[in-house]
């Protein structure tokens, strides 16, 4: 088989970005090593930014994103006991976030792949990329007793933080940053209403605290846990209950609480593999960098990484330039390292982690959240970075 671009991954990265390469006309084959149920099950980020929600209308999948999902204007931070809300909206000039389940944008994406026909191989086991610093790379697979091979010009690597794309490229070649924090967050899906229009953070003295929603009737929580808390330990009852202490007594009151559909604990890392080419290999997505969930930039930095991939690729096939791809490093990072400060920021400001300086650090936690709370400068620029900075 012989495609132009071969994409490693078919979750929103990889397939979002087949999308946009389909409809400039560049071929593309998505290989997945996970079934299409696997990678619907997924509950993950539901927060978009106005450069996610454009690339998706872009890419002609927007339609139903726009019909059902839900538009917030800003979002409550819960401090000693009192709600304070953000007013994104007012604070940018009009900029708002998009409340829609990744497990929707998904849905939507696989539908418009298997729409236009695209190549879409799942279940793809032991996927291996071959020269990929020469001018011929191809990747192998195997499914079932087969093996396959796929020539390309280029690959894209959407394949995760735990792919095989960014192992592909060698020890000596990648240069990576991380920090581990010493929590995770305990999520729950549950079929309720959600506790709020808008989402709340909540800092309290038990820990960080987030109500957020996937619909009108689904909701999404989370507390903040030891990393290595067994979720077997967290019945919903008692889940429940370590929430409502977490939130402003008015919030407490109203919570609607009902069995757990889904229950997990995320561990907390900001990643970044300064890596993003080697070759004719290309990082996009959680395969290059990785985020706390604290203001929701794991997936919208995912997005911008296929906007400025998107673009290099298309120009290299419509002018014959290889500008686009030779800057995409440069221009990916610069936005990256920008979600990744904010996020790193808005865990140190939300969460009461464990360390050993005699309450020195959390001492400095309050003080930034009144200084935040209390300036229109401050506030200014914690909406700017939430609803997502120019991808330009």
Known sequence: MKTQVCIIGAGPSGLLLAQLLHRAGVDTVVLEKHSPEHVLGRIRAGVLETGFCDLMREGGVGDRMDAEGQVHHGFDIAYRDERHHIDLAGLTGGDTVMVYGQTEI????????????????????????HDIVGDAPYVTYSKGDEDFRIDCDFIAGCDGYHGVSRKSIPEDRLVTYEKVYPVGWLGVLSETPPVSQELIYANHDRGFALCSMRSDQVSRYYIDVPVDTPVDQWSDERFWEELKSRLPKDAASSL?????????????????????????????????????????????????DIYFLSRGLIEYYKSDSENGL???PAKALARVWKAERFSWWMTLMLHRLPENDGGFSQRMRDAELDYVLNSKAALTSLAENYVGLPFE
């Open 106 to 129: 998904q849905r939507d994406l696989f539908a418009a792949r298997d729409a236009m026909a695209g190549v879409t191989i799942t279940e793809a086991q032991d996927v291996q990329l």
């Open 256 to 304: 609607v609480t009902g069995p757990s559909i889904e229950k997990s604990i995320a561990p907390l890392r900001s990643f970044v593999c300064d890596t993003l080419n080697h070759g004719r290999l290309f990082l996009a997505g959680d395969a290059g960098h990785i985020v706390p969930p604290t203001g929701a930039k794991g997936l919208n930095s995912a997005a911008s």
């Open 326 to 328: 030779k800057n995409y």
